[in-house]
């Protein structure tokens, strides 16, 4: 816009006979969410040449088939900087040491440290990996218990794709280099339970995947339910096989028959059972609806969102003062605390920035939240004393944070 310019660098990079990528560099400046802009505008335009490519390609003749080379990456880029985008820290550099198709439409990626040793992380935690094309996308780590070499991911390619799934499916390939984020783990197993459910729909296993091996390893009980159209959908089987008998795969189900199967694992609630739920948001909402119809209280019902679907309404405008750090400031409409914290200097983690993850948490000593994440429970909700900074408002003229 208004005459700015980027320097940018495409190389052409053949893969195999009839396939190549199109890698970008774009230089240092503008950083931010300028940057990001940039990173956008040549995404969107590679993706349209690429449509034109390929519509040319398919009618030319297919040419011999070329013998790929493949290099390995150098030590040297283990020094890159650490990546920042929007507080979003990615200080880990890993290579995809092999990629394969875990499912239809699932691919795996085993992510191995280019240097030292990658850091530890308990069952329900994820990694934020920041792509090639600019775009910052969650995921969980499916590891059992002693697999520390490497993490190993799962991404379920989706139709209405922004770019992220995409770029995952479509342009990673072994021997890529990637920026991670550390562990977090906002989706905590308990071990103390009696019996623990697992509700698994789609990609929502893989979090799960990763809890019940942990289970099964020390021998605690557990089922372990999985939704999915079909056998062909059921991710990790290599995985999901060691479960043995607790493996209970629930598939071809439409909705009503969901909510039956739903009924059927959640009855019989007895004090010391705990429940995991994770997968598509339909499939969470009827499962938290049925568990607290059939005696399931709160504290035992876990769930962990993909994403934050609610419409945010941003209209309000309010004050937000946080107590330790001795700062007050506004939050006008159209922008979030998170957003505003962080122009004032006040470093706040976060991860998915739309609600769902917990990471951006913070605890409200005054005021009244106005809640639009998807993260917290209802009994959180009511309390008032916690909010998810990236989304929440206030109802109230002024919060207090303990920041
Ligand atoms: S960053 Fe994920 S809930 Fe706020």
């Not at 493949?70 to 920042?84: F, G, K, N, Q």
């Not at 296993?205 to 939704?227: E, G």
């Not at 607290?292 to 003062?321: L, Q």
């Not at 998915?352 to 948490?361: S, Y």
Request: net charge negative; proline share 6%.
């Amino acid at each position: 816009e208004e005459g700015a310019e980027t320097l940018a660098v495409f190389f052409v990079q053949p893969v195999d006979s009839n396939r190549s990528v199109i890698r970008g560099v774009v230089d240092g400046s503008p950083r931010g969410a300028e940057r990001l802009t940039v990173l956008h505008h040549h995404n969107e335009r590679l993706s349209k040449l690429r449509e034109i490519v390929e519509r040319e390609a398919q009618a030319a003749p297919q040419p011999a088939p070329l013998e790929p080379v493949i290099e390995r990456v150098s030590p040297e880029l283990a020094e890159l900087p650490e990546m920042t985008a929007h507080g979003r820290k990615a200080t880990i550099r890993v290579t995809v040491a092999r990629k394969w198709m875990a499912a239809d439409g699932i691919a795996a990626f085993e992510l191995r440290p280019i240097k030292g040793l990658l850091p530890t992380f308990q069952p329900g935690a994820h990694i934020d990996v920041h792509m090639p094309n600019g775009l910052i996308r969650q995921y969980s780590i499916t590891n059992g218990p002693g697999e520390s070499d490497s993490y190993v991911i799962g991404v379920k390619l989706e139709r209405d794709s922004k770019g992220g799934s995409r770029c995952m499916h479509e342009t990673l390939r072994a021997g890529d280099v990637l920026a991670i984020s550390e562990p977090r783990n906002n989706f905590p197993l308990r071990r103390d339970a009696e019996k623990t459910i697992f509700v698994a729909g789609g990609i929502g296993a893989t979090p799960l995947i990763a809890m019940a091996q942990a289970l099964k390893n020390q021998s605690l009980d557990f089922a372990f339910h999985y939704f999915a159209q079909n056998q062909a959908q059921l991710a990790f089987p290599e995985k999901t096989a060691l479960l043995g008998e607790a493996l209970k795969p629930q598939l071809g189900l439409d909705p009503e028959g969901t909510a039956a199967k739903l009924k059927d694992i959640l009855s019989g609630y007895r004090p010391g059972m705990h429940v995991y739920l994770c997968g598509p948001g339909p499939m969470l909402e009827a499962a938290r609806r049925i568990a607290a119809e059939v005696g399931w209280p709160e504290t035992a019902v876990h769930f962990e969102y993909f994403k934050n679907t609610n419409t945010i309404d941003d209209s309000s405008s309010f004050e937000v003062a946080l107590a330790r750090s001795c700062v007050t400031f506004k939050v006008p409409a159209g922008r979030t605390i998170l957003d505003v914290m962080r122009e004032v200097g006040i470093d706040m983690p976060s991860s998915c920035e739309q609600g769902a993850c917990g990471t951006c948490l913070a605890t409200v000593i005054e005021g009244e939240p106005d809640h639009q994440d998807v993260y917290l429970n209802d009994a959180e909700r009511k309390s008032g004393t916690k909010i998810m900074t990236c989304v929440s408002r206030a109802k109230s003229a002024r919060l207090v944070l303990d920041l």
